[in-house]
């Protein structure tokens, strides 16, 4: 069964950063690509950012480049996504997702969810 776990969320003033990580249960990670979305009060979930199985590819959503940085380490069957310089506007509960081989930017591509961490961004 696989599960995906993930930590790292909270409170942080606006030009503040975080780190969240996800932690999978999946005995072939490595062949897992891995995204990052977040779903605001009142909005639908968007994607954030995407890594191929080996980290040579990653996309990022236009509101997030240059801020967020998705990375793997896949003995460690975790991915993580490094926040700076968060906006008020970033608040959202933070999902990771997998699916196998491919990226992508679509929420319906992926098989595998987390519960989630809130991040919350202050003014």
């Known amino acids: 069964q696989v599960q995906l776990v993930e930590s790292g969320g909270g409170l942080v003033q606006a030009g503040g950063s975080l780190r969240l990580s996800c932690a999978a249960s999946i005995r072939t990670f490595s062949n897992y690509a891995m995204g990052w979305f977040r779903q605001a009060p009142g909005k639908e979930r968007e994607f954030v950012a995407t890594?191929?199985?080996?980290?040579?590819?990653?996309y990022y959503a236009d509101s997030v480049k240059g801020r967020f940085t998705i990375s793997r380490e896949n003995v460690k069957n975790t991915v993580y996504l490094q926040m700076s310089s968060l906006k008020p506007e970033d608040t959202a509960i933070y999902y990771c997702?997998?699916?196998?081989?491919?990226?992508?930017?679509?929420?319906?591509?992926?098989?595998?969810w987390g519960q989630g961490t809130q991040v919350t961004v202050s003014s």
């Open positions: 890594i191929s199985v080996n980290s040579r590819i990653t």
């Open positions: 997702a997998a699916r196998p081989t491919m990226t992508s930017r679509t929420i319906n591509d992926y098989d595998y």
